[in-house]
């Protein structure tokens, strides 16, 4: 399924870049440079080159028939990171004409270390549930569809590594997949599953915590093996709800949901999907690719960034975590 857009290929696409201060505001962005000019720069009196700088951007997205995806990326190119995390409205009088997506991610992300850039996407859903009581089970068994429809993003890094170019002509276009697992520590973290879920009506005046809705855990046995906190059940529940707050609230005890999202992606987008994105950025995509293109010349390797995830845990603990 191809997104809802069109967009040009990037300019530029700087492997390690930095911005002092973004804005979610589509109107009002901010720079980055690259230390390599553009031979296409226009040339000064001085014979210089004059570099264009490419503006990081929040997109907005709209896929299926009532969602929402969100992110920051060059406005040239708005590739959607492959890293994702989903948000749930179940409130009947939310809907993506009312819920203010920029000021929804710019909420989440001030105060915490997402502020300066975030590396994964946003997915809203809005899933109107009559009884409240049953929108987590609701939500959770819509997640597993989707992931089921979709597949993991393993399927983009994948045509990535066998393609070297990608177009109408030879591939269709996808949805980038959802993310294979949530645990970036197997010692302490032990659901595979995570969404979140808003019941209120307004976000920007409700006073309604947001639902982290873990899932989808490891074996019991597995469980039993590692050493517990003393606040940890001694059977996993087969769900644990966790509450966050959107904004981050100086001197508040309840974490927010941008410092829950920081943490639960630092690992994986850092050791594992940032290098991608930014790889098929610089190829000049606009689109995830579904059919791969075999090219035994691309340096990158679906095989070789995956197996630097060994570089944030052991291969025994990654293995042990789907039991036998």
């Known amino acids: 399924m191809r997104l809802a857009y069109v967009a040009q290929p990037a300019d530029m696409w700087p492997v390690h870049v930095h911005a002092n201060t973004t804005s979610c505001n589509p109107h009002q962005t901010t720079t980055i440079s690259s230390t390599q000019p553009d031979p296409s720069m226009p040339v000064t009196r ?49 809907n993506p004409d009312n819920v203010q997506p920029y000021e929804l991610f710019k909420a989440i992300r001030e105060g915490s270390l997402l502020e300066n850039f975030c590396h994964f996407r946003l997915e809203l859903f809005f899933l109107h549930v009559p009884n409240a009581e049953d929108s987590d089970e609701a939500c959770i068994a819509h997640y597993r569809e989707e992931k089921r429809s979709r597949g993991e993003y393993t399927r983009q890094v994948e045509t990535l590594g066998l393609s070297s170019t990608m177009d109408s002509e030879n591939g269709a276009g996808s949805l980038p997949g959802s993310v294979p697992s949530y645990i970036e520590d197997p010692d302490t973290e032990y659901y595979h599953g995570l969404i979140y879920i808003y019941r209120g009506p307004d976000w920007t005046i409700d006073k309604q915590f ?19 906190g003393a606040d940890e059940p001694d059977i996993l529940p087969a769900i644990a709800i966790f509450p966050l707050t959107i904004r981050h609230l100086e001197n508040h005890n309840v974490k927010s949901i941008g ?14 999907t940032n290098e991608p994105w930014e790889e098929a950025i610089r190829l000049g995509w606009s689109t995830w ?3 791969p293109v075999l090219d035994t010349k691309r340096w990158i390797c679906a095989r070789d960034v995956m197996f630097s995830w060994s570089r944030c845990s052991s291969i025994a603990n990654l293995s042990r975590l789907w039991g036998p």
Request: aromatic residues 14%; charged residues 20%; proline residues 8%.
């Open 46 to 94: 001085g014979g210089r080159r004059v570099a264009r700088h490419p503006r990081r951007i929040t997109h907005v997205l709209s896929f299926r028939h009532n969602a929402l995806m969100v992110f920051q990326g060059l406005d040239s190119c708005p590739l959607p990171p492959l890293y994702n995390f989903i948000i749930y409205f179940t409130h009947p009088d939310v």
């Open 210 to 228: 947001v639902r982290r809705i873990s899932f989808d855990p490891i074996p019991q046995n597995v469980y039993s093996s590692l050493d517990h």
């Open 259 to 272: 410092e829950d999202m920081y943490f639960k992606s630092f690992l994986a987008t850092n050791n594992v």
């Open 289 to 291: 690719w579904k059919k």
